[in-house]
Each structure stands twice: as structure tokens, then as C-alpha cells.
């Protein structure tokens, strides 16, 4: 059977794009097949060519309700909805379409309030700490922060997504032909976690050149505390 995941939430400029092809390119490279479908109207679709994933244009409702139907028949697939921001009465409708809701937000007080609400408003919904910094001291000051603001919703946090300049790559009309390793691996770990959450056995696809490498390395990554659920489950 197919799974569709929406990335959601009130609050704007968390990510919800980014984090959603970063998904799409690491499903891809664990050897998933998947969609990223686009709902906001102020963007323009992407190329699909080069990419380990297809895509979809979901702006109006009459395009989502197609392309979501076509991909519930579509056995093994996972859709990955790209929610936008600000959309309320859009949210409630992917979260009823959604196997799993993704919240993500950034290390600011403004972004966890906000994020504390929308998972008391969806609550089969995981928080997902995005763009988190990568500076020891800020990082450690960003994990107090959470553990103080969502620590009653902390079997619902997942594993910080941290900040990476080349993510920007992934957002290009046309995707580079060569992507740098450390964007790999941080699409590798973000879709590992999410694989988990979901209960889907990861496969692992032939070596490439950018598999070769050790899939379980990933520079620059948050050190988490124990608070954030890596094991949970939806």
C-alpha cells in the first residue's frame, strides 16, 4: 500500500519545501519510490528530471484530490505533501488525508509556540526541529528551549534536521547533475527516521557514487539529547 505524509503547520518559513524534497531525495536514495507534491500557489513546480523522485502539481483542490487518488493505487509509493504555510483550513484537510503529519519549526520561541499549538490541534502529528543550528552553544541553548516550551509533547519530537546551505540545491527548476555528500546524508537520515515511524523496512539501493559512501555518517549533525523520540512510533 502507498503512504502519504504532509508537512504542515501555522507557522511560515520553517522549511516545509525544503524538508519536503530532502524526504523525497532520501527515500530515494534508500531505494523508496516517492512523489513530492506541491500545494502552495505562490510556487511553480520543478523539474522532475534528475531527481530520485518524481513530483506533482496538487495547487487546487480538483489537482490534490487526483493526484492523491492516483497515488493511494500506486502499491509501495509514498506521497510526500508539501503543506505550506499559513493555510489552516488547508491543513485540516491533509491531515485527514495523512498517514503521518510532519510540523516542523525553527529554534525560535515564536516557532515553538506556534508548533505547541499545532500538535495539541493534530494530535497524531510529530514535530520536526528544522534548519536547527549546527554551533555547539546554540545548538545545546536550542535543545533547553525545546525541552522547556515542548517537553510534555516530547515522545512526539523527532530528530532535528540541521541547518545545511546545499539543501537550497534540491530547490533549483533543474537539479544539478552532482550533489554534494553531505546533503545526501542528511536526506538519508531525515527519511530513515521518518521509514520508522511509518514501520517501513528500509532497502538499500546498488552503490553509486554517492552511496559508497557510509550511510549512517552524517557531518555536521545535530548531537541529540535523549528527549527526542527516534523510536517512536505513529
Known amino acids: 500500500m502507498s503512504r502519504i505524509i504532509c508537512i504542515i503547520g501555522n507557522k511560515g518559513g520553517t522549511g516545509k519545501t525544503t524538508l519536503s524534497h530532502m524526504l523525497c531525495q532520501g527515500?530515494?536514495?534508500?531505494?523508496?519510490?516517492?512523489?513530492?507534491?506541491?500545494?502552495?500557489?505562490?510556487?511553480?513546480?520543478?523539474?522532475?528530471?534528475?531527481?530520485?523522485?518524481?513530483?506533482?502539481d496538487g495547487r487546487t483542490p480538483e489537482a490534490l484530490h487526483k493526484v492523491v487518488g492516483k497515488l493511494r493505487t500506486?502499491?509501495?509509493?509514498?506521497?510526500?505533501?508539501?503543506?505550506?504555510?499559513?493555510?489552516?483550513?488547508?491543513?485540516?484537510?491533509?491531515?485527514?488525508?495523512?498517514?503521518?503529519?510532519?510540523?516542523?519549526?525553527?529554534?525560535?520561541?515564536?516557532?515553538?509556540?506556534?508548533?505547541?499549538?499545532?500538535?495539541?490541534?493534530?494530535?497524531?502529528?510529530?514535530?520536526?526541529p528544522s534548519q536547527w543550528p549546527t554551533n555547539a552553544w546554540a545548538r545545546d541553548a536550542a535543545d533547553r528551549n525545546v525541552m522547556t516550551l515542548l517537553g510534555?509533547?516530547?515522545?512526539?519530537?523527532?530528530?532535528?534536521?540541521?541547518?545545511l546551505s546545499a539543501t537550497k540545491l534540491l530547490l533549483q527548476k533543474n537539479i544539478p547533475d552532482g550533489l554534494p555528500s553531505n546533503l545526501g546524508n542528511a536526506?538519508?537520515?531525515?527519511?530513515?527516521q521518518v521509514l520508522e515511524v511509518l514501520e517501513i523496512?528500509?532497502?538499500?539501493?546498488?552503490?553509486?557514487?554517492?552511496?559508497?559512501?557510509?550511510?549512517?555518517?552524517?557531518?555536521?549533525?545535530?548531537?541529540?539529547?535523549?528527549g527526542y523520540a527516534s523510536t517512536a512510533r505513529h
Open 27 to 56: 527515500f530515494g536514495l534508500l531505494g523508496q519510490r516517492s512523489a513530492c507534491v506541491l500545494t502552495d500557489t505562490q510556487r511553480e513546480p520543478l523539474s522532475p528530471d534528475g531527481r530520485r523522485y518524481v513530483t506533482a
Open 74 to 128: 500506486m502499491n509501495g509509493w509514498i506521497g510526500v505533501i508539501d503543506g505550506g504555510g499559513n493555510r489552516a483550513e488547508m491543513d485540516r484537510i491533509l491531515d485527514e488525508l495523512a498517514d503521518i503529519v510532519l510540523l516542523p519549526f525553527r529554534e525560535s520561541h515564536e516557532d515553538m509556540r506556534t508548533v505547541l499549538k499545532d500538535l495539541e490541534a493534530f494530535p497524531h502529528a510529530y514535530a520536526l
Open 152 to 163: 510534555v509533547h516530547k515522545h512526539r519530537l523527532l530528530h532535528p534536521v540541521a541547518n
Open 187 to 192: 536526506c538519508r537520515a531525515l527519511a530513515r
Open 201 to 226: 523496512d528500509e532497502s538499500v539501493p546498488e552503490p553509486d557514487r554517492e552511496t559508497q559512501q557510509d550511510t549512517h555518517a552524517t557531518p555536521g549533525a545535530t548531537l541529540l539529547p535523549e
